[in-house]
């Protein structure tokens, strides 16, 4: 079994930057694609951005060239740097993680999710 925990999600002026962190630990063996989602008030959960495990990034139009999404692979950790945060972007934040466990002595690949981090970008 593994576990998620984010930290960083606060209140944040238009235009202020803020940085998400996520941090996997349990019975680990290997971690492969880390991301975060989020959710607004009233809307879907969607993908803002996901790193593979060979560190290729993807995200989402709106966030493009104002969020980067990085991992430390020592530390099982993801992070989100988000600048030039807008009203729209929010939301709760979530992170995600496919990771590799032992259960029992076997390995079993489960998805994770954290217990989500509130982001407000309001004046």
């Known amino acids: 079994q593994a576990q998620l925990v984010e930290s960083g999600g606060d209140l944040v002026q238009p235009g202020g930057s803020q940085k998400l962190s996520c941090a996997a630990s349990g019975s680990i063996i290997s971690i492969y694609n880390m991301g975060w989602f989020r959710q607004a008030p009233g809307k879907e959960r969607e993908l803002v951005a996901r790193i593979t495990s060979g560190g290729n990034t993807n995200y989402v139009d709106s966030v493009k060239g104002r969020f980067t999404i990085s991992r430390d692979y020592a530390k099982n950790t993801v992070y989100l740097q988000m600048d030039s945060l807008k009203p729209e972007d929010t939301a709760v934040y979530y992170c995600?993680?496919?990771?590799?466990?032992?259960?029992?002595?076997?390995?079993?690949?489960?998805?994770?999710w954290g217990q989500g981090t509130q982001v407000t970008v309001s004046s």
């Open positions: 995600h993680a496919e990771i590799a466990t032992l259960v029992l002595g076997s390995q079993r690949n489960y998805a994770y």
